[in-house]
């Protein structure tokens, strides 16, 4: 089944919410455990155990795990690991972005059967979208997915994704295109797009997408779920709202973890 | 001492060059190793032991080490050290790129001092070269460096760097602009940019420029050491070039390693 089909299976009992996974200093403090490997383990293990049967899929963010070297990639494999043998589904969030060998390397790495094999992850495109080619080729050689960054909601995120490509074409709207067209030409759905969902004016045109969006900044950082409705009118595509500190500030305790979910949901 | 600094006194005595430690299964089968992890952790090893007295840089490929999960970033742990105990500089290429916590993170797990703390990173603005804040801010607080993915050789690569921004800038140029003013107001030259060195056109002015430019592409990718001094004529900013398959090829024999540099160097 493909990753596209694996989300929309889920995501019809569950909702199509993705928790991230993001396990930072404010969050580690928010549950009372120590800044270090251990206070990363429980944070990560402890918010699949309280959520693994109540959301679609899980965000674990790389670079907390990366800054605890290989005892935190480690982590991240365990953390995986509880999440699939749930049945939950694992975006994880890289922004991978390489070419040739190297990309390969990458897909591999994600997107192959090694320790870290998970179901989609993030990469971005500022090599163009083509160098990512190895990673398109493997998600749908193997049922995975990859969400490529398209129209980010930081301040900064404009100053590249609202310009034009070489060609002149907005440089957001071309990732949209690229995507659109992959999927429409296999069917398969495997590139998902990431796009911003505080952004007021998103300024792309994604009514010929098909395939799954991932709206990051849904909580503290001012998205709603309600908002969505309304700046994704023009969509069709399978929205993916993450949330992050909103529900993970809420932890340790589990049912305190399912309410903030509840909360986000109804937001 | 800035990365800066340490960067010129090494390169004074050894020249500039840097070799990519990419052990991809193309030289994993030229030095007959198997394609694991101790395949791995041997060309890894290996050619930081047969070089580590000749050149002024290694650049560890993440994605290689990344691929073999946990145990794959403990073989990279270990080269680190390895190379940083002979006094040779370590640049990770990981291509990282993020914002506000994420990003924060990224910067703590490369240019901290946690167990993958190297000298120089190397990061990817499509997100806007302000989102990488944090690692400037950190690589010139620990005397690190970073280098800014601006214009590479790949045949994509023009898609998005030779367009523009949303003030109309050329994007690869804005990256070198914005690069150049921040090394201008700290005097650190901690920014350092990646610029492919095969593409003949570069379109961008580096002459205002100051700090250090990676360049990638030497060798089996086309470019040569001579040729660096006309597509870089403009700029006195320091040359890094790398080479990688060119060099790692020529293993395991230390000697042939070395000669393999030598080539390069007088190619």
């Not at 991978?96 to 591999?108: F, K, N, P, V």
């Not at 997915?145 to 404009?158: H, K, W």
């Not at 993450?242 to 340790?252: C, F, K, Q, T, Y």
Request: proline share 4%.
């Amino acid at each position: 089944m493909t990753f596209h089909d694996r989300l929309l299976a889920r995501a019809s009992s569950l909702g199509s919410i993705c928790v991230g996974i993001d396990p930072h200093p404010g969050v580690m403090d928010a549950w009372g455990v120590s800044y270090d490997l251990a206070g990363l383990e429980r944070v990560a293990m402890g918010t699949v155990e309280a959520l693994g049967d109540h959301v679609t899929a899980f965000k674990p963010q790389s670079a907390f795990f990366e800054q605890w070297g290989s005892a935190g990639i480690a982590v991240l494999e365990r953390c995986i690991t509880e999440i699939r043998s749930g049945g939950g589904l694992v975006i994880l969030d890289v922004k991978r972005g390489d070419i040739g060998s190297t990309m390969e390397a990458y897909a591999q790495a994600y997107l192959g059967e090694g320790p870290l094999s998970v179901d989609a992850i993030t990469i971005s495109p500022y090599l163009g979208f083509g160098s990512l080619t190895p990673a398109f080729d493997l998600a749908e050689a193997n049922d995975r997915g990859v969400y490529v960054l398209a129209r980010t909601s930081n301040p900064e995120g404009g100053d590249i994704q609202l310009g034009s490509t070489s060609l002149g074409t907005p440089v957001a709207q071309s990732i949209v295109d690229n995507a659109t067209q992959r999927n429409h030409s296999t069917g398969l759905d495997a590139i998902g797009l990431v796009v911003g969902g505080t952004h007021e004016t998103l300024r792309i045109d994604l009514s010929w997408y098909s395939g799954s969006i991932l709206v990051p900044g849904i909580g503290v950082q001012g998205g709603t779920i309600s908002g969505l409705a309304s700046s994704f009118a023009e969509t069709s595509a399978l929205l993916v709202p993450s949330v992050s500190r909103e529900v993970l500030n809420a932890g340790p305790n589990p049912q305190a973890l399912q309410e903030a979910v509840e909360r986000v949901l109804a937001s």
